[in-house]
């Protein structure tokens, strides 16, 4: 394969959505051995997901490694460079479809011995522990905003080498103290590509995929990445 941004991308957020929701699998399906194993197993994987993520993108090709179309977007409000904002985000959502299929297809077995439909939708994408429009989306907002200002701060002020540990430690940080309401998509392909993977597969006892709810982890990313740019 040939390095590229779009191939960086793509590859880039399988990865962290292969390992992101590869250990949700492992903590709420039934009979892994991570089974209730609880929030800090998670969050500690989606930060280091986070970090291998980003060495990977840059490895096949994009140096800028957003994985994330709400960075992608928020820095091309910064820059004012719209060039690449279509196949950043067309390469991330593919990447994150892809990363879904091969976590059910990993757990398969698993979500079959399941029984709870909500157990298995959460694997997937997020939700909110109290459903309450204004607070999650603000919740999304606030998370991404953050992990806006963190990443801006880290790579402005360090090499690419230390950078990737950097902002997964961010993930890391802000998963154990933001994360606990809704779930911290902070990254809208992160939701919506596996929640359309949840939607098409043939998922054994599958519920809901929670359309209602799809558009939160959407849009006040988007919005809380493009707010923090004002800081900037």
Not at 89 to 99: E, P
Not at 109 to 132: N, Y
Not at 202 to 210: L, M
Request: charged share 10%.
């Amino acid at each position: 394969m040939t390095p590229s941004p779009f191939l960086g991308e793509l590859i880039g957020t399988f990865l962290l959505i292969f390992l992101g929701e590869g250990v949700v699998a492992n903590v709420l399906l039934k009979g892994t051995k991570g089974e209730n194993s609880g929030l800090i197993m998670i969050t500690t994987a989606w930060g280091l997901a986070v970090t291998m993520g980003v060495f990977v993108a840059q490895k096949f090709g994009s140096p800028d490694a957003h994985l994330n179309p709400a960075l992608t977007i928020a820095f091309a409000f910064k820059s004012g460079d719209w060039s690449n904002v279509a196949s950043f985000i067309s390469a991330q959502f593919i990447g994150a479809f892809l990363g879904a299929v091969c976590t059910w297809l990993f757990y398969y077995p698993h979500f079959a011995a399941t029984e709870d439909k909500g157990l298995k939708l959460a694997v997937f994408s997020t939700g909110p522990a109290i459903r309450h429009t204004p607070s999650n989306f603000f919740g999304e907002l606030a998370g991404t905003f953050v992990l806006f200002l963190g990443v801006s701060a880290i790579y402005s002020e360090t090499g690419t080498g230390v950078g990737p540990y950097l902002v997964g430690m961010l993930v890391w940080v802000i998963g154990n103290a933001l994360g606990g309401t809704t779930g911290y998509a902070i990254n809208p392909a992160r939701d919506l590509g596996p929640r359309i993977a949840h939607a098409i597969l043939p998922i054994a006892g599958k519920g809901s995929s929670d359309w209602s709810y799809s558009w939160i982890p959407v849009v006040a990313p988007i919005v809380g990445a493009v707010l923090a740019t004002l800081l900037f």
